[in-house]
T-cell receptor, first 117, second 115 residues
Framework: GAVVSQHPSWVICKSGTSVKIECRSLDFQATTMFWYRQFPKQSLMLMATSNEGSKATYEQGVEKDKFLINHASLTLSTLTVTSAHPEDSSFYIC?????????????FGPGTRLTVT | DQQVKQNSPSLSVQEGRISILNCDYTNSMFDYFLWYKKYPAEGPTFLISISSIKDKNEDGRFTVFLNKSAKHLSLHIVPSQPGDSAVYFCAASEWSGGSQGNLIFGKGTKLSVKP
């Protein structure tokens, strides 16, 4: 299947700093990428949908000025957590969509563990 | 309101037996369903999917059944192996506006397969 990578796989940062997470589709072009957040023992929560060349669509309750998403190319989307707080500590996962109709599939990255101290 | 529900947070099965994971949904517009497997601190791994025009899809040890009238789907794993121990997520989406919509996930079911 298609491969999606994320970098870094884990990061520790201090409160008030910003952290950028990269999501790349390695062997296919993804017009749409998704960013999820997972809290301990909870399901994946969709944060935003990112379309190449346009502004991201954020889910209700997600601060777009805090979680900056850029989808600069068909293979790269970035999530920047600005002015990070300890409550932003979480597991962030990106995914990329490929195909159409019944052949549609969504491939997930390995995730990034963010810890804000 | 949860559109995709996995009412069993955990399931324990003996190795070699069948594991049945259940999922219910409320949105009748969903037309595509997927199961993902997730290990701690890793991204979800796609397992198997089913389109709403089918009621069964099989891939090796994994079979997904869809009952549209009951808005229910299930994942069967036969025979279960210790390596299947993970959290399983059910997800659904609908075709809208010329593209497949966002995946809506259930809360997951933690499967433990005991040797």
């Amino acid at each position: 299947g298609a491969v999606v990578s994320q970098h870094p796989s884990w990061v520790i940062c201090k409160s008030g700093t910003s952290v950028k997470i990269e999501c790349r589709s390695l062997d296919f072009q993804a017009t749409t990428m998704f960013w999820y957040r997972q809290f301990p023992k909870q399901s994946l929560m969709l944060m935003a949908t990112s379309n190449e060349g346009s502004k991201a669509t954020y889910e209700q309750g997600v601060e777009k000025d805090k979680f900056l998403i850029n989808h600069a190319s068909l293979t790269l989307s970035t999530l920047t957590v600005t002015s990070a707080h300890p409550e932003d500590s979480s597991f962030y996962i990106c995914s990329a969509g490929s195909g159409t109709g019944s052949s549609y599939e969504q491939y997930f990255g390995p995730g990034t563990r963010l810890t804000v101290t | 309101d949860q559109q995709v529900k996995q009412n069993s947070p955990s399931l324990s099965v003996q190795e070699g037996r069948i594991s049945i994971l259940n999922c219910d949904y409320t949105n009748s517009m969903f037309d595509y369903f997927l199961w993902y497997k997730k290990y701690p601190a890793e991204g979800p791994t796609f397992l198997i999917s089913i389109s709403s025009i089918k009621d069964k899809n099989e891939d090796g040890r994994f079979t997904v059944f869809l009952n549209k009238s009951a808005k229910h789907l299930s994942l069967h794993i036969v025979p279960s192996q210790p390596g299947d121990s993970a959290v399983y997520f059910c997800a659904a989406s609908e075709w809208s506006g010329g593209s497949q919509g966002n995946l809506i996930f259930g809360k997951g079911t933690k499967l433990s397969v005991k040797p």
